[in-house]
C-alpha cells in the first residue's frame, strides 16, 4: 500500500521584514527628540502681581506655524507605530501567539509608565494643595499636564485595533487604507457642512488609524518595492495637497493647531517652570516677557535643560518600563472591558484636566485595565498545575 503525504500549506504571506531597523530607530529617535523640543519651547513662565503665571508661549506668535512643520513628528510617530506593530504581531504569530496576546502586551507597555507618572503628578499637585499654592495655578499645571495625553489614548486605541487592521491589511491592503481615508475626510466634510466641531473629535481615530495603515505598507515592503520616482511623486503630490488645505482655509497652517501634545516630558517641563517661577519669587528676579528677546536668550538653556533631564528621568525609569508584561488573559470580553476601562482613565485627564481627584480615578481605572488584561488567579493557578500549558507571550 502506497502512503501518500499531503502536500504542505504554502504561505501566501510575504516573510516579516528584520525585528529591528536601524533607519527607522534612528527616525523614531529624532521624533522623541523634536516633541521634547517643541513642547519645551511651549512653556512660558511669568510672575504677575498676583503671583507666577504658567502660559503657552507659542500663542498669539507669527513663529509657531512654520516651527511646527519642522517639529510636529506626531503622523511619523503613528507611522512608525504601524510598521513595528505589525512586525512584533506577525513574530508572535509565527511563535504560537495570538491578537490578545499581543493587545495585552500593548495595554502594559502603554499603560503600565503612564500609571506611574500619573501618581507622581497627583501627588505633586496635592502637595501644592496643602502648601497654599494658589488654586488657579494648580488647575493651570494640571490642565498643561493633561493636553498630551490624546496621544497616549489614541494610541492605545489604534494598537488595540491592529490585530484586526492588519488581518484586513492582508485581505484588501488597498480598500483598507483607502476606506480609513475616506471616512477621515467624510467627517471634515460633515463637520463643516453641520457646523458641529464635536464630530472632528472622531478623526482622533480615523485619521491616526490611516497613518498607521501606511505603516503596514512600509513593513510589508510594498512601499520599498515602488520605484523612486512613484515615492519622489507620491511624496509631492500629498505636499502639495496639504498646501491647498491650508491655502483655501480647510485647515489652519499653524500644524500644533491640529494636533497637541504628550507625556513623559511633561513632569519635567512643569517641574522646570515651577521651580522657576519659585526661584523669581524668593530672589525677586524679573523674568523676561514671552516671546521678547531676554526670554529668546534664554532659550538655548531652557531648551538644553528639558532635554537633559528628560533624558536622565527615562533611564532612571526605564528597568521599571521593560520589565516584561504578566501572562495575558485568554479571555477577550476581559481584554476589551480592559482596554476601554484604560482608555476611560485617559479621557478623563484629557476632558477634565488633572486633579487630585481625576488622578485617582484614573489611576483606578488603569489599574483595573491592567489586571483585566492579566491572567486572572485561577487561570494562572490552573495553568501551573497543568504540565502541558503554554503562556500566550505579551
Request: hydrophobic fraction near 55%; glycine fraction near 8%; include cysteine.
Amino acid at each position: 500500500m502506497t502512503i501518500v503525504q499531503a502536500p504542505r500549506a504554502v504561505s501566501t504571506t510575504a516573510p516579516p521584514r528584520a525585528s529591528r531597523d536601524t533607519g527607522v530607530d534612528f527616525l523614531r529617535a529624532l521624533c522623541v527628540l523634536g516633541v521634547v523640543l517643541l513642547h519645551a519651547i511651549m512653556v512660558g513662565v511669568t510672575v504677575g502681581e498676583s503671583g507666577p503665571v504658567f502660559d503657552n508661549a507659542s500663542d498669539e506668535t507669527a513663529w509657531i506655524a512654520p516651527l511646527s512643520w519642522f517639529l510636529q513628528v506626531m503622523p511619523l510617530f503613528f507611522v512608525i507605530g504601524g510598521f513595528s506593530g505589525l512586525l512584533a504581531y506577525q513574530r508572535m504569530r509565527q511563535r504560537g501567539g495570538t491578537a490578545i496576546g499581543f493587545v495585552a502586551g500593548r495595554v502594559h507597555r502603554l499603560l503600565r509608565p503612564a500609571i506611574l507618572t500619573i501618581a507622581v503628578i497627583g501627588l505633586a499637585l496635592a502637595l501644592l494643595t496643602v502648601s497654599g499654592v494658589p488654586a488657579d495655578l494648580i488647575a493651570t499645571a494640571g490642565f498643561r499636564y493633561g493636553q498630551p495625553l490624546w496621544f497616549l489614548g489614541v494610541f492605545l486605541l489604534c494598537q488595540a485595533l491592529l490585530p484586526l487592521l492588519a488581518a484586513s491589511h492582508e485581505r484588501a491592503p488597498l480598500r483598507t487604507i483607502g476606506a480609513l481615508a475616506v471616512a477621515a475626510i467624510a467627517v471634515d466634510v460633515l463637520r463643516a457642512a453641520s457646523g458641529l466641531e464635536g464630530l472632528g473629535f472622531l478623526n482622533l481615530a480615523f485619521v491616526w488609524m490611516t497613518l498607521q495603515q501606511l505603516g503596514f505598507f512600509l513593513a510589508d515592503g510594498s512601499i520599498d518595492r515602488l520605484s523612486r520616482r512613484v515615492r519622489a511623486a507620491a511624496g509631492i503630490a500629498a505636499l502639495l495637497t496639504l498646501v491647498a488645505t491650508f491655502a483655501f482655509g480647510i485647515y489652519s497652517p499653524d500644524l500644533i493647531a491640529n494636533m497637541t501634545i504628550y507625556l513623559w516630558h511633561m513632569p519635567v517641563l512643569l517641574l522646570m517652570a515651577g521651580s522657576t517661577a519659585v526661584f523669581a519669587l524668593m530672589t525677586g528676579m524679573r523674568l523676561p516677557a514671552l516671546d521678547s528677546a531676554g526670554w529668546w536668550a534664554g532659550r538655548p538653556l531652557w531648551l538644553a535643560a528639558a532635554v537633559a533631564l528628560t533624558a536622565l528621568v527615562a533611564v532612571a525609569f526605564t528597568r521599571f518600563e521593560s520589565q516584561p508584561a504578566p501572562p495575558a488573559t485568554s479571555s477577550m470580553r476581559r481584554l476589551v472591558v480592559g482596554t476601554l476601562s484604560g482608555l476611560v482613565g485617559i479621557v478623563l485627564l484629557l476632558a477634565l484636566g488633572t486633579s487630585v481627584a481625576t488622578a485617582l480615578i484614573a489611576i483606578a481605572l488603569i489599574a483595573a485595565s491592567l489586571r483585566l488584561s492579566s491572567l486572572s488567579s485561577a487561570g494562572a493557578a490552573s495553568q501551573s498545575a497543568s504540565p502541558t500549558a503554554r503562556l500566550v507571550p505579551a
